[in-house]
């Protein structure tokens, strides 16, 4: 079954838009990660998804019905962001007892384990909470719920090391015991990419690539050897990342070379590297702009 | 994981109880307000006149401050409860924009009964304070015994304008929240123009007569159910695209 489906969505706001002509489709109990850089629509793709905001033009449908006031959508999911607010006249138990009044797979025991693992006090209020707390707190009501369609935006913003591993943990054993859909963001794709199926990454508003990570890490590979001699093999290619050290250089090329190819790489001494799902991401979305190594140097010939 | 089919009135039921927990703020308001209206009901007027034999000092106390007060408290609260932090609130747990509004109308509603039965039960508590003063009170509104219909009537009424103020206050606000631009449209409406007595444009004194002379309750009563029901489609239907925790 289709969770989300995306049709030619677009959204802009008076001076830009955010997302541009998309088209995606998320299935039933995927583990997809929404990977991007800042301010590529990410968080804008989930608010959507959850009925929060609307698109400006396009088709959204979740759970086969447009999100945006939807009830059955609203009830059958759940977005966990740092936008999430509570009356200061609840204490913390008091808004898990409503957390589970509002959501009917609500799993009580295992929020109640959370809480007090991560040892917070009953009675404090939401607003009271630090930074990282908050989040963690959010990323229990956001477990506990057990809803079909789960989200998390930025669920670690403030955690710590040792709490932020503790949360991907926990989502993951979760996510085993109790199989739902879960679009999960960050910008450290290799903070999770042990825990994702999809990825659906995001670059100017656009996808650049949805698909099994697997497929990803096998997309771009890594050319390292002398100059001059991959030059030769790269000149008819889109370079997606290049360095030089000394005499040797090493450029990331889509992995696209016929077994004829790639006997000649292995003669000229040009080695084949695979590369990890993380520099595949930081490469599919560097810009136009080369690096910022660029930003200095044209400051220095100006 | 199974999808759950919600009902609006199931959820609707939630929201009201989740916001009769979240929202008690305002009934704190309303217990101090009420009780400025007590301090002011205190003394509302007085003086002493005599000869050079006998000489009468008086005061005059009045329950009418503390439901006037209530009225503004009202008002407010319709205006609090549609802002942004009211909203997003709300819409931590599940929520459509009609569930919202339904739910927040009927806490407004029941707020408001709250809120017009203590009040105009404050001036006996002016009439009890004053007791133990050992003042003697002459002239007086009838209480519950001696004459109950009139005190219920005091009572219903009070509820009813409580209703309509609040009312007034949520649809204010939002407009408010569609637009801040409201707020100068809305004074030069209200306040600057019947100033300068353009024909048409005396809102606040055809509501008061529309409503303030009304002598039949019954009337009364389906004057103000019909005007808040027109507040609150309104309410539903200016702010059914407003996007939340963005």
């Not at chain 2, 007085?46 to 503004?72: C, K, P």
């Amino acid at each position: 079954m289709t969770v989300i489906k995306f049709n030619n969505v677009t959204k802009s706001y008076r001076t830009h838009s955010v997302l541009d002509h998309m088209d995606f489709t998320i299935e039933e109990g995927v583990l997809t990660g929404v990977i991007g850089r800042n301010g590529v629509g990410k968080s804008t793709l989930m608010k959507i998804s959850a009925g929060y905001i609307q698109a400006t033009s396009g088709e959204v449908q979740v759970f086969s019905e447009n999100p945006f006031n939807s009830l059955k959508v609203s009830a059958n999911s759940i977005l966990v962001d740092d936008t999430m607010s509570f009356s200061d006249k609840l204490s913390l138990s008091d808004i898990l007892k409503e957390a589970n009044r509002f959501y009917l797979n609500w799993d009580a025991q295992l929020a109640q384990r959370l809480f007090d693992y991560f040892s917070f006090h009953p009675d404090v209020r939401h607003k009271h909470l630090s930074k990282g707390k908050k989040s963690t707190f959010n990323a229990i009501i956001g477990i506990a719920s057990h809803c079909p369609l789960t989200i998390f935006d930025e669920p670690t913003t403030g955690m710590d090391t040792a709490v932020r591993k503790d949360f991907y943990r926990a989502l993951l054993k979760d996510y085993i015991a109790n199989p739902r859909t879960i679009l999960l963001s960050s910008h450290h794709l290799e903070e999770i990419e042990d825990l994702l199926e999809d990825i659906l990454l995001i670059h100017d508003g656009k996808i650049r690539f949805h698909g099994p990570i697997t497929d990803l890490q096998e997309m771009l590979v890594k050319l390292v050897g002398k100059k001059v001699n991959v030059l030769a093999h790269t000149s008819k290619r889109t370079i997606f990342g290049s360095q030089v050290n000394g005499a040797y250089s090493e450029v990331l090329v889509e992995n696209k070379f016929t077994a004829d190819e790639k006997i000649r790489l292995s003669e000229e001494g040009i080695k084949m590297i695979p590369v990890s799902a993380n520099d595949a991401y930081v490469a599919l979305t560097t810009g136009a702009k080369g690096g910022i190594d660029d930003v200095f140097n044209r400051t220095a010939t100006d | 994981m199974y999808l759950t089919e919600p009902r609006l009135t199931d959820i609707v039921k939630k929201q009201f109880l989740y916001k009769l927990n979240a929202y008690t703020g305002v009934f704190s308001s309303l217990l101090i307000m009420q009780l400025i209206g007590l301090f002011f009901g205190f003394n509302t007027g007085g003086g002493s006149s005599g000869s050079e034999s006998l000489t009468i000092n008086w005061r005059s106390l009045s329950g009418d401050m503390a439901v006037i007060f209530t009225l503004f408290w009202a008002f407010s609260t319709g205006i609090l409860i549609t802002t942004l932090a009211y909203r997003n609130d709300a819409f931590s747990f599940v929520s459509t924009r009609l569930s919202h509004h339904v739910s927040s109308f009927l806490f407004l509603l029941v707020m408001s009964c709250i809120a017009g039965i203590t009040a105009p039960l404050a001036s006996s508590v002016i009439k009890l304070i004053s007791l133990f003063q050992h003042n003697a009170v002459f002239i007086e509104t009838s209480g519950l015994f001696a004459s109950p219909v009139d005190f219920f009537i005091r009572i219903a009424t009070a509820v009813i304008y409580t209703i309509l103020f609040a009312g007034f206050g949520y649809v204010i606000g939002s407009l408010i929240q569609l637009s801040k631009l409201v707020i100068p449209f809305l004074v030069i409406g209200l306040f600057i123009l019947p100033l300068f007595n353009i024909s048409g444009t005396g809102f606040i004194e055809y509501m008061v007569i529309f409503f303030g002379f009304e002598t039949s309750l019954l009337i009364f009563l389906v004057k103000v159910l019909i005007t808040v029901l027109v507040l609150f489609a309104i309410s539903v239907a200016i702010t059914n695209k407003t996007e939340v925790r963005k």
